[in-house]
């Protein structure tokens, strides 16, 4: 059986931004697989109305594939999806659809990589895993949920064969997904209920949509993109210090979050029940300019209180207020800080989700402590707060190259990780996120792993710093080598 160089599983932004950088190596040696019959991960996805991306679509974008052609500041989801697709023809060779992972295992004795696919079975020398970390929708146990007799589905499994012509429909989670999509519904139906368990940071959005004249400037002068990048880029790196709980930074943020919520609600006991009562950036600061005029208007009822049983089409909410609706939308979120690829992948000494029982560790954020030649994009550590995450996605995709190369100089061609090197990380990731909001600003968030009460998803820094983390390493995080190639 041939023996692949590389095989990166799926084709979102990361998968396709590493299989990227391979080619621009000059590592034609690849193969990338995906479960779905399209690319484009979340963008794929996520189909529910008024689906958009919350960084400016400029930076939402691969450095060497820019896009001058954006039709608003921040583009909505079948644009993104779209993009992907342009990009993704440059490796359409090395691509295979309807091609999940089923599992895969490190082999010691030839030291490469087993992957099930069900329909095949690859050998590959390096394994990257890229199958992100808001794939697989997060459905609360709530009494009752199965007995709603009406459509019911995830806002990330959008059904839309559901006319919501006159219905009352039901939404439960205040997170950007419903922020997005609350608007929305409150066009289309006849009217909206949202269950609301905590209430969010919401900051304005602006932007708006780009002129044709604008985007043929951008097109025709390669320059103004690249110095509206770099704007774009700066900006966002501002954000880190309101969102990581510098005093000055994160008052004036809160200030301004505040006076959006006034300016939009005039109800004192509405406004009460959207002012969150944790720090300014514990959980993710949302943008919005449509999400409060529709939550005031008599369109929406706001619950303020968490979806707390069903019993048919009577909702029961934890504060014992009780709400009808003919279709009951879940936009709870995902499995983020356990990620389902975990349980499928076997390395020395068993499998991912073992290795993560108390949380997700790495080195580096990118390769794991007893599995050899394996690299995970967009994973521990990897997301961001404050500025595009595919920032960091090419940051690693960089450090994968740099570190194939190290792999190659090798006699047996195997880079194992010193557990002494994650174990380091893991503290060091520990200390710089110890006296931020996601850790002391009093509320429950998605980045930090219930389990363990680490962080474990968000890297506690700037890009640049992040940046400066990855290009300092000098491969003494893997095991010395014993026997160097002679040339």
């Not at 009752?144 to 006319?163: C, Q, T, Y």
């Not at 609350?182 to 609301?196: G, I, K, N, S, W």
């Not at 968000?458 to 040339?487: C, I, K, N």
Request: hydrophobic share 40%; with cysteine; net charge negative.
């Amino acid at each position: 059986m041939n023996v692949v160089d590389v095989v990166v599983v799926g084709a979102g932004f990361a998968g396709l931004g590493m299989a990227g950088a391979l080619r621009r190596a000059g590592r034609d040696d690849v193969v990338i697989i995906e479960r779905a019959g399209d690319v484009g991960g979340t963008w794929r996805d996520n189909t529910y109305p008024g689906v958009a991306c919350d960084v400016p679509a400029h930076l939402y974008s691969y450095a060497a594939h820019p896009h001058a052609g954006w039709s608003q500041t921040f583009a909505e989801g079948h644009e993104i999806q779209q993009y992907l697709r342009d990009v993704a023809a440059g490796v359409s060779d090395r691509l295979r659809l309807h091609t999940p992972l089923m599992g895969a295992e490190w082999d010691a004795e030839t030291s490469v990589w087993t992957i099930d696919t069900g329909a095949e079975t690859l050998r590959a020398r390096s394994l990257v895993l890229a199958c992100g970390r808001l794939t697989e929708p997060h459905v609360p146990v709530i009494p009752g949920l199965e007995s709603f007799p009406g459509p019911l589905f995830h806002s990330a499994r959008w059904d839309h064969d559901v006319d919501l012509t006159g219905k009352r429909v039901a939404v439960v989670g205040t997170g950007a997904s419903a922020v997005q999509l609350v608007p929305e519904l409150a066009q289309r139906a006849a009217h909206v209920t949202l269950f609301q368990r905590t209430p969010a940071w919401i900051v304005p959005r602006g932007g708006g949509e780009i002129p044709e004249a604008e985007r043929e400037r951008l097109a025709q002068n390669p320059g103004a993109l690249a110095r509206l990048r770099a704007q774009l880029y700066a900006e966002g790196e501002a954000r880190f210090a309101s969102r990581s709980g510098d005093p000055a930074a994160s008052a004036a943020a809160r200030d301004a979050a505040l006076a959006h919520l006034h300016a939009h609600v005039a109800d004192p006991a509405l406004r009460a029940a959207l002012t969150p009562d944790y720090a300014f950036g514990c959980k993710r600061v949302l943008l919005s300019d449509a999400f409060y005029p529709a939550v005031a208007s008599d369109r929406v009822t706001l619950e303020p209180t968490a979806l707390d049983r069903v019993d048919g089409a009577t909702l029961t909410a934890a504060s014992g207020r009780q709400h009808q609706a003919d279709v009951l939308v879940l936009a709870t979120g995902f499995a983020s800080t356990q990620q389902p690829y975990a349980d499928l992948v076997r390395g020395e000494d068993g499998t991912l989700a073992e290795h993560w029982s108390t949380g997700m560790t790495s080195f580096g954020s990118t390769v794991v402590a007893g599995f050899p030649n394996l690299f995970v994009l967009n994973g521990p550590n990897a997301s961001l707060g404050h500025n595009s995450a595919v920032l960091m996605m090419e940051e690693q995709a960089a450090y994968v190259v740099r570190a194939l190369a190290e792999r190659d100089r090798r006699a047996d061609r195997v880079l194992r990780v010193r557990p002494e090197a994650e174990a380091a990380y893991t503290e060091e990731i520990a200390a710089a996120a110890a006296s931020t909001p996601w850790m002391t600003g009093g509320c429950r968030n998605w980045y930090v792993d219930e389990r363990s009460g680490r962080l474990t998803l968000l890297w506690p820094g700037t890009v640049q710093a992040f940046h400066e983390r990855l290009t300092g390493t000098d491969g003494s995080e893997f095991e010395p080598v014993h026997s160097p190639v002679r040339g």
